[in-house]
């Protein structure tokens, strides 16, 4: 009976660590299914060999810790190094990319493709891809940038 309860919580313990795997590598359920069936045989072994209320306990605890273990992992994950970032920032919360883009705001440029309303201009020097604020424009018009807003420069025909 000892032997029963140790082994039980042995693989509760295991189960544990496989939904942490789980949250952690994707596999496709496979870890998913692994732990159910771990969860599982550990219910198993505590009804068959140890007591139903044994059993109703550690169930009650599954039903407890599972779900919070999720809920934490998942928050978890969301903050760690582990998953990408969704934006490249500096400490000061300003993007090196805005920096860089706020830099073209009203310089002039010449339109490399037709902008309808997307496409391609050369900028300071640089092929940058531009967008109007609705019209068309032809190739080799010359554009003057009146917005950034994100990742966007927004042109328009130079008066």
């Known amino acids: ?33 692994l732990a159910i069936g771990v969860f599982g045989y ?5 009804f068959s060999q140890v007591s139903a209320t044994a059993g109703m306990l550690f169930v009650m605890a599954d039903l407890v810790i599972i779900p919070v273990l999720v809920y934490v992992g998942i928050k978890f994950l969301a903050k760690s190094p582990v998953t990408l970032s969704t934006r490249l920032s500096r400490k000061d919360g300003v993007t ?54 994100g990742n966007q420069i927004v042109v328009k025909q130079k008066e």
């Open 1 to 33: 009976m000892n032997n029963a309860i140790n082994l039980t919580i042995i693989l509760q313990l295991v189960g544990i660590l496989v939904i942490i795997a789980e949250i952690i590598i994707p596999s496709g359920g496979i870890l998913a299914i």
């Open 42 to 46: 550990s219910l198993y072994i505590v």
């Open 96 to 149: 090196s990319q805005d920096v860089e883009q706020n830099a073209f705001l009203g310089m002039e440029g010449l339109a490399v493709t037709d902008l309808r309303p997307a496409g391609v201009a050369i900028i300071d020097q640089q092929r940058i891809d531009v967008v109007t604020r609705g019209e068309y424009l032809e190739k080799e018009t010359e554009i003057v940038v009146t917005a950034v807003r």
